[in-house]
DNA sequence: GAGTTTGAAACT
DNA sequence: CAGTTTCAAACTC
């Protein structure tokens, strides 16, 4: 252990850290080294040209038997499962190994981002660099097509999907971003390419790009280390470079489905009857092809859909938020290629221990206490390691936005973790869950559980992946907003607005969606849901004498209506004085959210550097790309993640570094005006949703903004309802969700139109 | 760290 | 749905 730790020191300090951020998909269907990207995926064999996306396969073919066996219900699976699970992680430790293929992918070029970080500086002045990578160096001309950095174009993004094995869609060519913290500036790479890709990333306007020169091997340097199934909850894998001296080590986007669920949601997707999904267990892996097939048939898969994509991705930009959005929630349904994965943190990614990597990630995750134990000691034991998952979290959170829908990243729970405050990224600690149901954390955000997690008998890892996907569809049939943000931005959509008026903080930024329930805690504590996600308490909440210090639900329905709209909730807070008043018409406690980190106090600092970073969009980069249920789940999935991107854009650090500001954030618009209306034919949709009472939104403020929204606004609202109308589950193309494909006929026409 | 409290999730 | 149980986080000591 100590050697191990002091191992990770080093590297932590010496070598070249890259934080590869999920490519983009691009859009042409040509090539890439394998070719045609559907020929890719059909044959596994071929993915070569993802080095990691191999591995991945290999682990997957290795689940066990049993999920071959056919259908069943996913608690038998598990049983099954567990059996199985020795000799499987075995198999699997022995599969992984460290793909060399993974260089040729890598790295087109490389941005220097200079660290503010405070922390960090001790580090030895740790480099951010943005790489972009594509599957072949000469796409990178293309790459620049699509990247626009400065219109903040971004295209769709898909995670480095090839790698993903899972992945289902075509794709055709990826262009990959990387970010990378090089402790010290080794960095590598094709030189050329790197300027062509650093003009390109300064025009993005990314304030600490740097160029920078290197020469390396010229190749990319670094290679995907083992993506191991331990993973998976950050979004970058780390990678590490054995070519030189330096080693460098490099977060990539984990292959594909390695963190989240997501990835497996786009399998999922195609899943449409448990017949599928018996076909998805059983052929998981060695079905690709197949899979790949029907899901076009089903999606509609077509060249179209990847058209449509790209075509989304361009047009997105910073100036029009509702786009962006609009326009990520397109591509990812369109796209299904995605691998998304994973980002995992840096707790996990152990970042730097390559014995650990390398080796059977998922195996011994059964998480016995054993591991965690060992874990935290190497995280208490090694502080460089504190910092650089610090690092990683703020990356993680710039380019994964969605990421921050993630409790984990509370500085304070980390804190008081019992976890020992280690590496910060400490997760769930489910003991009998098996991490497959609401109650863990993990699972609930859509990531598949990591070394840092001290769950027992957990299950939501990628090996796993069917036994995952299929709970998830069980859960989500159940309730089809069980996955969905349960914070949603309101509308503001402008997020300048926002900002200008200096009432970013106003009662409408953001809300449970649900509401929370709380009896005793009064909403001042954690316990309450709101309260967690630094959002004050709604009319959609059935709290008993609120004082959400956020901002109180009376509050919040006096300010909006103040008059009429003598809601339930009203009578249910009879009790209340609404001495709290103070805080609520303002949400004044929102003001707060720039003083909390999430890792840590060095996450806040170093936040103005991921600021400038963000312009790249990294909102788009991530789920979006990815991962994309062609239906409205997409939307829920997804659009977290644009919106948070927004609120950081528009509102600044604050929530990046916030504490809770992170949780799911989703634009209102997931739950258009319409709906609230009740007028509208859709709130039928609203009823028919599990926790409509819940669901709906609340109604404080929407008003205003509704009305100043610009027309282009409205649009998209209708967009998004045509899309979600039934809160589609993972499994849009379900039966039961009728619709869906509907949904995506509109999203598609509706893009066609824009 | 153990034990308690809490409210969501799951179950009936 | 409502009522109850289960669960894991938040919190307390
Ligand atoms: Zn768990
Ligand atoms: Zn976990
Ligand atoms: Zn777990
Ligand atoms: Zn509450
Ligand atoms: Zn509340
Ligand atoms: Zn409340």
Redesign the pocket.
């Known amino acids: 252990m100590v050697e191990e730790a002091s191992n990770i020191h080093e590297q932590c300090n010496t070598q070249l850290n890259v934080v590869q951020i999920p490519s983009f998909e691009k859009e042409v269907q040509s090539c890439s080294p394998s070719g045609c990207v559907d020929q890719y995926l059909a044959d596994p064999v071929e993915v070569d040209c993802t080095p990691s996306a191999h591995k991945q396969l290999q682990l997957s073919t290795e689940v066990p038997q049993v999920l071959q066996s056919g259908y069943t219900d996913p608690k038998e699976t598990i049983k099954k499962v567990e059996d199985a699970v020795d000799s499987s992680s075995t198999r699997e430790a022995g599969a992984l190994t460290s793909s060399d293929q993974a260089k040729k992918n890598l790295c087109l070029s490389s941005l220097k981002l200079d660290e503010n970080v405070e922390d960090l500086r001790n580090d030895e002045s740790f480099n951010v660099f943005l790489k972009i990578t594509s599957e072949n160096v000469n796409d990178i001309a293309d790459s620049d097509v699509n990247l626009n950095p400065v219109s903040g174009v971004q295209h769709s993004e898909q995670y480095a999907a090839q790698e993903a094995n899972h992945h289902q869609r075509g794709i055709r060519r990826h262009l990959h971003f990387e970010a990378a913290i090089a402790c010290k500036s080794g960095t590598t790479g094709n030189t050329n390419d790197l300027r062509t890709s650093l003009t390109n990333l300064n025009s993005l306007g990314l304030p600490h790009v740097e160029r920078r020169a290197t020469s390396s091997g010229g190749e990319a340097v670094s290679y995907v280390q083992s993506r191991s199934s331990k993973s998976s909850f950050c979004p970058f894998e780390v990678v590490r470079s054995t070519q030189n001296s330096r080693n460098s080590v490099m977060l990539s986007p984990l292959p594909s489905s390695m963190g989240l669920h997501l990835n497996s949601t786009v399998r999922s997707v195609s899943l449409g009857t448990d017949k599928f999904a018996s076909r998805i267990l059983t052929g998981y892996l060695s079905s690709q092809d197949k899979l790949v097939h029907e899901r076009s048939n089903d999606l509609a898969e077509d060249p179209n859909s990847t058209s449509i994509s790209a075509v989304a991705g361009t047009k997105f930009s910073y100036a029009d938020v509702d786009q962006q959005e609009i326009q990520a929630g397109v591509a990812a349904s369109s796209d299904t290629s995605n691998p998304i994965n994973s980002l995992n943190p840096p707790c996990d990614s152990p970042p730097l221990e390559r014995t650990e990597q390398q080796v059977a990630p998922c195996e011994g995750r059964m998480s016995t206490p054993q591991n965690a134990g060992s874990v935290e000691e190497l995280d208490q034991v090694n502080s460089n390691r504190k910092r650089q998952a610090c690092t990683y979290c703020l990356i993680m959170l710039h380019f994964f936005p969605h990421l921050a829908n993630l409790?984990f990243w509370?500085a304070?729970?980390k804190r008081?973790?019992?976890t020992?405050d280690s590496d910060g990224c400490k997760?769930?600690?489910?003991?009998?869950?098996?991490?497959l149901?609401?109650?863990?954390?993990c699972f609930?955000a859509g990531v598949y559980c990591v070394d840092s997690?001290?769950?027992e008998s957990c299950f939501n890892k990628p090996e796993y992946e069917g036994l995952v996907l299929e709970t998830r569809q069980q859960?989500e049939s159940?309730?089809p907003l069980?996955f969905a943000p349960?914070v949603v931005k309101h509308a503001t959509n402008s997020p300048a607005i926002i900002m200008e008026e200096g009432n970013w903080n106003t009662p409408s930024s953001a809300r449970h969606k649900?509401?929370?329930?709380?009896?005793?805690?009064?909403?001042l504590?954690?316990?309450?849901?709101c309260?967690?996600a630094n959002v004050g308490c709604s009319n959609g909440c059935r709290?008993e004498g609120c004082q959400n210090s956020f901002g109180t639900m009376e509050a919040c329905r006096r300010a909006e209506n103040p008059s009429h709209e003598k809601l339930d909730t009203a009578d249910r807070e009879s009790g209340k004085d609404g001495s709290v008043e103070q805080f609520s018409p303002t949400w004044e406690g929102l003001a707060d959210l720039r003083n909390l980190a999430p890792c840590s106090g060095a996450l806040t600092s170093s936040s103005s550097t991921i600021r400038g970073c963000s312009k790249v969009s990294p909102a788009k980069l991530q789920w979006g790309s990815s991962i994309q249920p062609p239906a409205g789940s997409l939307h829920w999935h997804y659009s977290p993640v644009t919106l948070t991107q927004q609120l950081y854009e528009s509102t600044g650090p604050h929530e990046l570094t916030s504490d809770s500001a992170l949780h799911d954030i989703m634009e209102d618009e997931d739950i258009p005006e319409i709906l609230k209306d009740t007028s509208t034919p859709l709130k039928a949709v609203k009823a028919s949703s599990p926790?409509?009472?819940k669901v709906l939104p609340p109604q404080c403020q929407s008003e205003r903004q509704s009305s100043s929204s610009p027309r282009g606004f409205r649009s998209v609202r209708k967009f998004i309802l045509q899309a979600m109308p039934s809160f589609p589950p993972l499994t849009p193309y379900s039966n039961f969700k009728g619709g869906v494909n509907k949904t995506e006929n509109d999203q598609k026409d509706s893009i066609g139109n824009h």
């Open positions: 409790s509370d304070s729970r008081t973790s019992n020992s997760r769930c600690n489910c003991k009998r869950s098996k991490c149901k609401l109650y863990c954390e609930a997690c001290a769950c859960i159940r309730n069980a349960k649900r509401g929370c329930n709380c009896k005793k805690s009064k909403c504590k954690k316990y309450c849901e309260f967690q709290c926790n409509q009472k």
